[in-house]
Nanobody
Framework: QVQLVESGGGLVQAGGSLRLSCAAS????????MGWFRQAPGKEREFVAS????????YYADSVKGRFTISRDNAKNTVYLQMNSLKPEDTAVYYC????????????????????WGQGTQVTVSS
């Protein structure tokens, strides 16, 4: 069983940056695909980014491409989401996810692709 705990959320002005972290415990996730999703008030949870076990393959939603970067440190059992040039529409609860299979970039956009979820961290971007 894998437990995921997100951190790093907060309040930031538009144009600012934040780095989210997702620490895994209970089992090593070094061979897992990892991902980030977000859910804004009144909206469905949506895909943000995913990364393969090695970190060599990444995939992004069009809305964050060029602004967000997903990465991982397998030695620390942690995945990161660096968010730059933040916009008010990036305001949401951000969730970390893990899957024990090899990353399928297109399939990773679906909620049911993922085996494990964190509790989320709030990101608020003010205008």
């Amino acid at each position: 069983q894998v437990q995921l705990v997100e951190s790093g959320g907060g309040l930031v002005q538009a144009g600012g940056s934040l780095r989210l972290s997702c620490a895994a415990s209970g089992s090593t996730v070094s061979s897992y695909a990892m991902g980030w999703f977000r859910q804004a008030p009144g909206k469905e949870r949506e895909f943000v980014a995913s990364v393969s076990w090695s970190g060599f393959t990444t995939y992004y939603a069009d809305s964050v491409k060029g602004r967000f970067t997903i990465s991982r440190d397998n030695a620390k059992n942690t995945v990161y989401l660096q968010m730059n040039s933040l916009k008010p529409e990036d305001t949401a609860v951000y969730y970390c996810a893990a899957d024990s299979s090899r990353l399928n970039t297109i399939a990773s956009m679906a909620l049911d692709y993922w085996d494990y979820w964190g509790q989320g961290t709030q990101v608020t971007v003010s205008s």
